[in-house]
């Protein structure tokens, strides 16, 4: 366990934050985040999340299709943030092979069209595009991506992902670094557990049905290896890059893993272990089932983060899936407001690391 001070409570006093796909798993979780730092946060979503009220989160939130720039441009001139938080995607591998055309459209030309925006925008100090650990191109063997090593893609999702990495850095190389601009960055995270995520085809919230709603658990691929990690991890690792980025220093523009530390990589079959320790009463059948092509491998070198950022992951994997549980049991059984009790669990994360 390392306690270090990173979170910089004046710098987000009243800083005024757009969040795309704010409605979005992690971009639920980060709005929350901002929140209790006090920040203005405004959030850009295509549609609204069933589940969960914003209404005392953010200060206003938009509700469009990226990929039509000139409302995303009049949002924009709207909020006038200083930061800009880029989540909003098509998520999933599995949609990617339903619908590899919108995803492709929603990735690329969404992620194209903010950047164009936002080069003409002085007054934004800080810009992180969010993209993934599946950026990287694959390799057979156990081996921990770096931020130089090479980025593609075997499946559309993977591939767009990809291409947001080339679509990002070429903006920065020809817009904004010959301005001397150094505030663009982007962030690589994956296999990413917490509260709220009601995904499908997704190991955690699989789970979670099986122990709440009664659903059999069904597993494709028990021995793959995964970085698992917390949402609080990464998100504590953005709001790190983006205090870090505004200084205009040109060693923060660049690509970031925010990856666990070596003990949370582990199998589908471990993870299903711990679980069973939080609740004995899991039970699981393991399928072969022809699907959508997953690497076995995948896992993150965290040393640039770790270095330049000061950065490190704390939270160990059991203790990550026991929040992630508590947060479940919570909502199901016992009916509590979700954004407070969220929000009880970003204060003691604080409370235990950063304060």
């Given at each position: 366990?390392?306690?270090?001070?990173?979170?910089?409570?004046?710098?987000?006093?009243?800083?005024?934050?757009?969040?795309?796909?704010?409605?979005?798993?992690?971009?639920?979780?980060?709005?929350?985040?901002?929140?209790?730092?006090?920040?203005?946060?405004?959030?850009?979503?295509?549609?609204?999340?069933?589940?969960?009220?914003?209404?005392?989160?953010?200060?206003?939130?938009?509700?469009?299709?990226?990929?039509?720039?000139?409302?995303?441009?009049?949002?924009?001139?709207?909020?006038?943030?200083?930061i800009i938080f880029h989540f909003a995607a098509q998520s999933l591998v599995s949609e990617g092979y339903k619908d590899p055309t919108n995803t492709y459209?929603?990735?690329?030309?969404?992620?194209?069209?903010?950047?164009?925006?936002?080069?003409?925008?002085?007054?934004?100090?800080?810009?992180?595009?969010?993209?993934?650990?599946?950026?990287?191109?694959?390799?057979?063997?156990?081996?921990?991506?770096?931020?130089?090593?090479?980025?593609?893609?075997?499946?559309?999702?993977?591939?767009?992902?990809?291409?947001?990495e080339i679509i990002a850095w070429s903006f920065a190389k020809s817009f904004y670094h010959n301005k001397n601009k150094y505030n663009i960055a982007t962030?690589?995270?994956?296999?990413?557990?917490?509260?709220?995520?009601?995904?499908?085809?997704?190991?955690?919230?699989?789970?979670?049905?099986?122990?709440?709603?009664?659903?059999?658990?069904?597993?494709?691929?028990?021995?793959?290896?995964?970085?698992?990690?917390?949402?609080?991890?990464?998100?504590?690792?953005?709001?790190?890059?983006?205090?870090?980025?505004?200084?205009?220093?040109?060693?923060?523009?660049?690509?970031?893993?925010?990856?666990?530390?070596?003990?949370?990589?582990?199998?589908?079959?471990?993870?299903?272990?711990?679980?069973?320790?939080?609740?004995?009463?899991?039970?699981?059948?393991?399928?072969?089932?022809?699907?959508?092509?997953?690497?076995?491998?995948?896992?993150?070198?965290?040393?640039?983060?770790?270095?330049?950022?000061?950065?490190?992951?704390?939270?160990?994997?059991?203790?990550?899936?026991?929040?992630?549980?508590?947060?479940?049991?919570?909502?199901?059984?016992?009916?509590?407001?979700?954004?407070?009790?969220?929000?009880?669990?970003?204060?003691?994360?604080?409370?235990?690391?950063?304060?």
């Amino acid at each position: 366990m390392i306690m270090i001070k990173k979170i910089d409570k004046n710098f987000w006093k009243n800083s005024k934050v757009l969040v795309t796909g704010h409605s979005g798993f992690k971009g639920f979780w980060l709005c929350n985040y901002l929140k209790i730092l006090n920040a203005k946060v405004y959030g850009v979503s295509l549609e609204k999340n069933k589940y969960f009220n914003y209404k005392n989160i953010v200060e206003k939130q938009f509700f469009i299709n990226l990929t039509n720039k000139q409302k995303l441009n009049k949002i924009i001139n709207e909020v006038k943030p200083t930061i800009i938080f880029h989540f909003a995607a098509q998520s999933l591998v599995s949609e990617g092979y339903k619908d590899p055309t919108n995803t492709y459209l929603s990735n690329l030309i969404g992620t194209s069209n903010l950047l164009e925006i936002c080069k003409k925008k002085k007054t934004i100090k800080s810009l992180l595009i969010i993209t993934s650990d599946k950026c990287y191109k694959i390799r057979k063997t156990i081996y921990p991506f770096k931020e130089s090593d090479e980025i593609s893609g075997d499946d559309p999702y993977s591939a767009s992902k990809a291409c947001q990495e080339i679509i990002a850095w070429s903006f920065a190389k020809s817009f904004y670094h010959n301005k001397n601009k150094y505030n663009i960055a982007t962030c690589r995270a994956g296999n990413i557990i917490g509260g709220g995520d009601f995904s499908k085809n997704r190991l955690i919230p699989d789970i979670i049905k099986s122990l709440f709603l009664n659903k059999k658990l069904l597993i494709r691929n028990i021995s793959f290896l995964r970085p698992w990690q917390h949402v609080l991890e990464p998100i504590t690792g953005y709001i790190i890059l983006a205090q870090k980025i505004s200084s205009n220093n040109k060693k923060y523009s660049d690509a970031f893993n925010f990856g666990p530390n070596k003990k949370n990589i582990v199998s589908v079959g471990s993870v299903l272990k711990l679980i069973k320790k939080i609740n004995f009463s899991i039970k699981w059948k393991v399928i072969k089932l022809k699907s959508f092509h997953e690497s076995k491998y995948l896992s993150l070198n965290n040393n640039k983060s770790k270095k330049i950022l000061k950065y490190y992951p704390n939270l160990d994997l059991l203790h990550g899936l026991k929040l992630t549980y508590n947060w479940y049991e919570n909502f199901y059984k016992k009916k509590k407001n979700p954004v407070e009790f969220t929000q009880s669990q970003i204060k003691y994360y604080l409370n235990l690391f950063y304060e």
